[in-house]
């Protein structure tokens, strides 16, 4: 059974790109879940999303960021014009279901801003 | 709101020591779980142990120990005999519900160093 991959491992964008990270859960998972860890922190929670709707972007910056899930294929991150402080590794995590079921993370996509 | 404290920022130990990483937590649930994870220099997070609230039982898993205290809201990890590839940031964390969701509150992370 294949665990959480995610794509690609690693980014480069120059200033003012778009980055798109993908997410593909673990079979049978339908809850997925992206945090981010910026340079010497720890990971912080951004947003949560189920098959076709976000349940909870509370960590979301409020512009340049989006996330979505769609019924079929994996779950983006969004990033419009990036900027050198969104060089970060983002990583998504995904469950069964809700609340008391276990995450299980990705590899994690290191994005960097030139 | 929920609030993980690593206030051990970096460890370094010689090997065969043995090393305890702390980890205390501020919540006001009655129901939570509390993560270890492992970063290894890869980048990769490695999965640890998971305890529930309601389990203050002592863990041990090979060199590695948990120990659960909800008196001093803290779930320390100790390392015995520490090896070179032990090196690694470890990172405590707490779950928060809301929303139907698990989300998890990390600490800023312990850098785990072991010399030879």
């Known amino acids: 059974n294949a665990g959480v991959m995610q794509n690609p491992r690693h980014l480069v964008r120059r200033r003012g790109q778009e980055a798109r990270l993908r997410c593909s859960p673990m079979?049978?998972?339908?809850?997925v879940y992206w945090y981010r860890q910026l340079p010497e922190e720890g990971l912080k929670f951004m947003v949560y999303l189920q098959k076709e709707n976000i349940i909870d972007e509370s960590g979301m910056p409020k512009e340049r960021f989006s996330a979505e899930f769609p019924k079929e294929g994996p779950s983006i991150l969004r990033i419009q014009q990036v900027v050198r402080g969104d060089s970060a590794a983002y990583f998504c995590?995904?469950?069964?279901?809700?609340?008391?079921?276990?995450?299980?993370f990705g590899p994690g996509t290191r994005l960097t801003v030139t | 709101a929920q609030k993980v404290t690593q206030a051990q920022t970096e460890i370094s130990v010689v090997e065969k020591e043995d090393v305890t990483l702390d980890c205390v937590y501020e919540?006001?649930?009655?129901?939570?779980?509390l993560f270890w994870y492992k970063q290894p220099p890869s980048g990769e997070l490695v999965f640890l142990i998971r305890?529930?609230?309601?389990?203050?039982q002592n863990e041990i898993s090979g060199r590695y120990s948990w120990n659960f205290q909800k008196s001093t809201s803290s779930f320390n990890f100790t390392i015995t005999a520490s090896q070179v590839v032990d090196s690694a940031v470890y990172f405590c964390a707490l779950s928060e519900f809301g929303q139907g969701a698990q989300k998890l509150v990390f600490g800023q992370g312990t850098r785990l160093t072991i010399n030879p």
């Open positions: 919540t006001r649930d009655t129901t939570y779980y």
């Open positions: 995590a995904s469950s069964a279901g809700t609340a008391l079921f276990e995450q299980y």
């Open positions: 079979k049978g998972h339908s809850h």
């Open positions: 305890r529930n609230s309601f389990d203050e």
